[in-house]
């Protein structure tokens, strides 16, 4: 079982910057998919980015040349770095995980990337942006 922990949500200016971090814990033998998805009150979950499986990052169509998703594999920290925001990018962000590899066996043909199928969720850290 993984356990996910986000945090550097924030209230940020229109036009600012913010980066979001998650930190996986999970056993070592095990690996992930990761991606990062949003929640504004009263809209469905959307995403926002993600790695695949050959640890290439994706993106959804709003945030592409705004937002990059990058990750620490010492410090087992995903990150989401945040520039250019505007408010319709205030929502609750949550980190996702899914596991994709155990003792060195593929458990997953592919990461599920932008699609929100992930197993584990992390509690959330909320971004307010104002105008």
């Known amino acids: 079982q993984v356990q996910l922990a986000e945090s550097g949500g924030d209230s940020v200016e229109n036009g600012g910057s913010l980066r979001l971090s998650c930190v996986v814990s999970g056993p070592p033998y095990n690996r992930y998919c990761l991606g990062w998805f949003r929640q504004a009150p009263g809209k469905e979950r959307e995403a926002v980015a993600a790695?695949?499986?050959?640890?290439?990052?994706v993106y959804s169509t709003s945030v592409k040349g705004r937002f990059t998703i990058s990750q620490d594999n010492v410090q087992n920290t995903l990150y989401l770095q945040m520039t250019n925001v505007k408010p319709e990018d205030g929502a609750m962000y949550y980190c996702?995980?899914?596991?994709?590899?155990?003792?060195?066996?593929?458990?997953?043909?592919?990461?599920?990337?932008?699609?929100?199928?992930?197993?584990?969720w992390g509690q959330g850290t909320q971004v307010t942006v104002s105008s």
């Open positions: 996702a995980a899914e596991i994709y590899m155990s003792y060195n066996d593929y458990l997953l043909p592919r990461c599920p990337a932008l699609t929100p199928v992930y197993t584990d």
């Open positions: 790695f695949d499986r050959e640890g290439a990052a």
